[in-house]
């Protein structure tokens, strides 16, 4: 057998032959091929197939991106912070209650057939993303529009004597009349005239919704039900070019809110010709400002710039292509062979981060609108007893596992740190006020709030499970290991996150969790049913900028937090932040609401993500912003190599001529007003 | 061997059903929906979506909708992809599938018939060993090993082929030798073992003894012989290569059906998963009734009765 042997070590050394060549060339300044493409055309990764070329549908972001590029809304993300900057709406009014809107849209919007866009455009489109047969999954996003939610979830008015009964008739209380807005309509006035009560459509539980109440069962006696319609819904056409929104309560944040795929324009002329099928590349129509060319899924989707779109003179780039793929090493062997050019975020596995991040002008390593906890299930032992919970927050050190994530920050309260600069203001000030308030130093209030493997031991042991030294360490014999755990699903990092954390817990508290790894939709179900014991994997991308996004994940008694929390204090306290109008004193309010939160501990605060990708040099215009989501239209390719990007640390905070100037020239309309 | 084809024909239909209804069993036991996601969905919106979907009505008349659908050749729509045909899917990826598959398995044939004879022919020799040797390695390193370090060697060591992605023919070349690799090591040690069989039999003696000269009994008669083991690996591999290989898909991000099923899975989506298993299951099976009827031309000693 010496020629097995031999013919295997000339194998080993034609590998080993190539990764030497592989690394003695590998002294570039740059991660792989880097020339520009010849076509003008930015060849980008996108992540999973997309779902649907409906912007109603989906709700992922893989999608949202291809989104951007093909439809327009009232509003855009802007490219570097994502605050809302004009679109199809040129300017807009807010109302004095912040809870209506007044979009002025511009006359020069079309859509890729060359039909005008009008504010009826904008009623359709919000209608049909209300309707209850589109299935939209992001519909809730929009509840906040007047009777949106009520027409959403098929639910009726009551009606006696041809008048709606309101919340005002059945407590009693003054009917609240909102303030005018805008030209004065009947729709606008009927909208203004207190809230009315919405019932289930379905008469065996509205029964049961009337029973319960006995001042709704005299109101609803006698009383005929009526369905809400699309006609009933905050949205209004005042002329051609002017749209009003109307809002069930005040949300300055909601114009941010608007850049979202469920809001984007579709078009009306298209899905009436062609229903279901209006998405195919041979019928869709598009407003964005690129349009479709090529669409082979699974392979590529190939846009192209769109003459027709309103702002198509600042739109660099002659078209883009999408690819969808999904596993994230061939993702970087693209990337590397010059394949593509930038790429969705989270796209470089973390056995990759230790060589990639070397590639300083395009390693893309920035603050997320995301963040990383484990959900405790508040509704089973041991983890209903706040003591217990508070000992496995304490007993986890953020800082040893951001460092050991390498690319993440430590996450400390609910709403992520550095991404709304106002809000930390405010939650320290809130913060600061308590500290005095109970007299303690920063230093111990900062332990406090941190990590304390000390006060963690007391907490359990407190909590009925005696943590006593052994060994070198510690143990808790009496915990109940064999019920709780620790459960993610099933991804390299999650594990790796998992296993830290065991170990933290291990140290400090003498506690083993074990750990359980579950397939995507299996673990979903579990978690959002509150069908384990102990700790859920979650993971939180903000949609939108605001602090609500983050803090809504505990509001309500159906939550997305995972955790069964529900207090209808903390409802309390978030709705009147969200009443109030100064936008300072709302963070205010917003940051005792999160402070109360937390001392109810829903979670273990684990970290803030950050975005993790890479881009050529020569792609300019596209920012690692909060959520990685890119106006298209901003992004060019730079052919001239000495104003390729340096250095991308500076990328945020840097000016660049071409897109700053874009930016002002857009943004010029809504500043003059 | 008319009845025996008609006969195995009439065998296929009962058993893709019994494979489509088991498969639709463990697709119901999987927990989670299509629609499950990290936000939760207001209970309306979930009613509205199950009621489209027929996810509302009893077990028995859902399974009998969806073998309604299976069996009249319409395999519904699939519940990500709004508005796509299952029918279309499939129609839409299998070709990418099939031209790597095919060119894979012809690579594999015509290097593993070659090696196979050759090492047989000269048993114990220097090519002998060395070729056994490295279809050993070819059958130990999986696709997921061997893809990525053909990908360091060809495309950033050498740069001469694209590392992933469909799109020309040089765009085949790595996919198609990692696909290629474990067949071609099977068909190797499959021929050299039947051909020496064949070569020590009392036939070749006989043929040698008629005075026929070696590349006669070689191509005429030795070869027919011992190819029947590589024939019977063929079908089930080529309705494998066929229905899409997905690890040589994944790593190469090659649209083919193998990918397109497993994601499938991921999603939830049952029609495009019960349409694809349907369609891999028939497939294998007709590959492997063309396999034994291909025993009867190869071999006079095999015969249906």
């Not at chain 1, 809110?257 to 062609?274: K, N, S, W």
């Not at chain 1, 999160?594 to 684990?606: C, G, H, I, S």
Request: charged residues 20%; contains cysteine; aromatic residues 12%.
């Amino acid at each position: 057998m010496k020629l097995n042997n031999r013919s295997v070590v000339g194998f080993t050394a034609l590998v080993i032959g190539s990764f030497l060549i592989q690394a003695c060339g590998g002294a570039s300044q740059y991660f792989g091929k880097t020339e520009t493409p010849r076509d003008n055309i930015l060849r980008y990764v996108s992540g999973s197939e997309p779902e649907s070329l409906d912007p109603h549908v989906s709700s992922g972001q893989p999608e949202a991106r291809i989104y951007m590029a093909l439809f327009d809304g009232l509003v855009e993300y802007g490219p570097k912070d994502l605050q809302p900057i004009p679109a199809i709406a040129k300017s807009w009014e807010t109302g004095p209650g912040v809870d209506t809107f007044i979009f002025h849209l511009r006359d020069n919007a079309r859509w890729s057939d060359g039909k005008p866009i009008t504010a009826e455009d904008f009623v359709y489109s919000l209608r049909r993303g209300f309707a209850p047969e589109t299935l939209s999954r992001t519909a809730s996003l929009g509840y906040f529009v007047k009777y949106a939610e009520a027409y959403n979830s098929g639910r009726v008015f009551v009606r006696k004597n041809g008048r709606y009964i309101t919340g005002s008739d059945l407590d009693g209380t003054p009917k609240k009349q909102r303030a005018a807005f805008g030209p004065d309509t009947e729709f606008d006035r009927s909208l203004r005239d207190g809230e009315r009560i919405t019932l289930d459509a379905d008469p065996k539980k509205r029964e049961k919704e009337i029973e319960t109440d006995p001042k709704l069962r005299a109101a609803a006696e006698g009383a005929e039900f009526v369905p809400v319609s699309e006609n009933d819904i905050g949205v209004e056409a005042i002329d051609a070019y002017t749209l009003r929104i109307s809002l069930r309560q005040p949300a300055p944040f909601f114009v941010g809110l608007l850049a979202h795929q469920f809001f984007r324009l579709v078009p009306r002329h298209a899905i009436e010709r062609y229903g279901k099928q209006w998405t195919r590349p041979e019928n869709i129509v598009t407003c964005g400002a690129f349009k479709m060319q090529r669409y082979v899924p699974y392979n590529v989707l190939a846009v192209t710039r769109d003459p027709m779109y309103w702002d198509a003179a600042n739109v660099h780039l002659d078209g883009i292509e999408f690819y969808p793929v999904e596993e994230l090493s061939t993702i970087m062997n693209l990337y590397k062979g010059g394949q593509i050019d930038a790429m969705l975020n989270h796209s470089v596995p973390s056995s990759w981060i230790g060589d990639v991040r070397q590639y300083k002008d395009e390693y893309l390593n920035f603050a997320e609108a995301a963040t990383a906890y484990y959900s405790m299930n508040m509704t089973k032992p041991p983890f209903n007893d706040i003591r217990v919970r508070r000992a496995f927050q304490l007993a986890v050190d953020r800082k040893a596992l951001s460092d050991f994530r390498k690319v993440t920050k430590p996450l400390n309260d609910i709403t992520p740190d550095g991404i709304f600069p106002d809000y930390d203001r405010a939650r320290a000030a809130v913060a600061d006020a308590s500290r005095a308030k109970a007299g303690l130093s920063v230093e111990e209030w900062d332990r406090k709030h941190g990590v304390d493997p000390e006060a963690a031991r007391r907490s359990l042991t407190e909590a009925g499970f005696p943590v006593i030294a052994e060994g070198n360490g510690f143990a808790c014999p009496t915990f109940p290991t064999d019920t709780v755990s620790l459960t993610f699903n099933t991804n390299e990092n999650n594990r790796a996150v998992a296993e830290f954390v065991q170990a933290q817990w291990k140290k400090n508290l003498g506690v083993t969790i074990p750990l359980k790894s579950q397939e995507f939709k299996t673990f979903l179900k579990d978690r959002n049913e509150l069908n384990y014991v102990g700790f859920a994997q979650s993971l939180w991308s903000g949609d939108y900028m605001d602090p609500f996004t983050f803090l809504g994940l505990h509001y309500a008694k159906q939550n997305d937090g995972g955790s069964g929390f529900y207090d209808p204090k903390y409802d309390k306290l978030l709705d009147d932040a969200n009443n109030e109008l100064d936008p300072q004193k709302r963070y205010e309010l917003l940051a005792r609401a999160e402070a109360y939160v937390m001392d109810q501990l829903p979670v273990v605060t684990l970290t803030v993500n950050a975005t993790n990708w890479l881009k050529k040099p020569y792609v300019k215009g596209m920012y690692p912003n909060p959520g990685t989501l890119h106006a298209w239209k901003f992004v060019y390719i730079e052919t001239d190599r000495s104003r390729w990007d340096r250095d991308v640390e500076g990328i945020m905070t840097g000016s660049d001529a071409r897109v700053d100037q874009q930016l002002a020239e857009l943004t010029s309309s809504q500043r003059g007003q | 061997m008319v009845r025996f084809i008609i006969k195995r024909i009439l065998l296929i239909i009962p058993m893709a059903l019994l494979v489509v209804t088991l498969t639709w069993g463990l697709i119901r036991m999987a927990p989670g929906t299509f629609y499950s996601s990290e936000k939760k969905l207001p209970a309306a919106i979930e009613k509205n979506i199950r009621e489209r979907y027929g996810l509302d009505k009893p077990w028995y008349a859902q399974y009998g909708l969806m073998m309604g659908n299976v069996i009249s050749g319409d395999l519904g729509i699939s519940l990500k992809y709004e508005g796509q045909a299952v029918n279309e899917i499939i129609g839409r990826h299998l070709p990418y599938s099939a031209i790597i598959g095919i060119a894979a398995y012809l690579l594999a044939l015509a290097v593993g018939l070659a090696a196979g004879t050759l090492a047989a022919l000269r048993q114990n020799s220097f090519f002998d060993y060395a070729s056994m040797s490295v279809a050993l390695l070819g059958l130990s390193i999986p696709a997921f090993v061997l893809g990525p370090l053909l990908v360091l060697l060809f495309s950033f060591t050498l740069y001469l082929l694209p590392p992933a992605r469909w799109g020309g023919v040089s765009a085949l070349v790595l996919p198609v030798v990692t696909l290629a690799a474990v067949y071609a090591a099977y068909i190797a040690r499959l021929t050299r073992a039947g051909m020496l069989e064949v070569l020590r039999s009392d036939y070749i003696r006989t043929a040698r003894a008629k005075g026929l000269s070696e590349r006669t009994i070689l191509f005429r008669h030795a070869l027919r012989g011992g190819l029947i083991p590589v024939v019977s690996f063929t079908g089930p591999a080529l309705a494998g290569l066929l229905a899409g290989t997905v690890v040589v898909e994944k790593v190469f991000a090659i649209p083919g059906l193998g990918n397109i099923f497993i994601q499938s899975i991921f999603n939830r989506d049952e029609p495009l998963t019960l349409g694809i298993v349907a369609f891999i299951s028939i497939l294998i099976m007709v590959f492997n009734l063309a396999v034994d009827i291909a025993y009867g031309f190869l071999d006079p000693r095999i015969r249906y009765e």
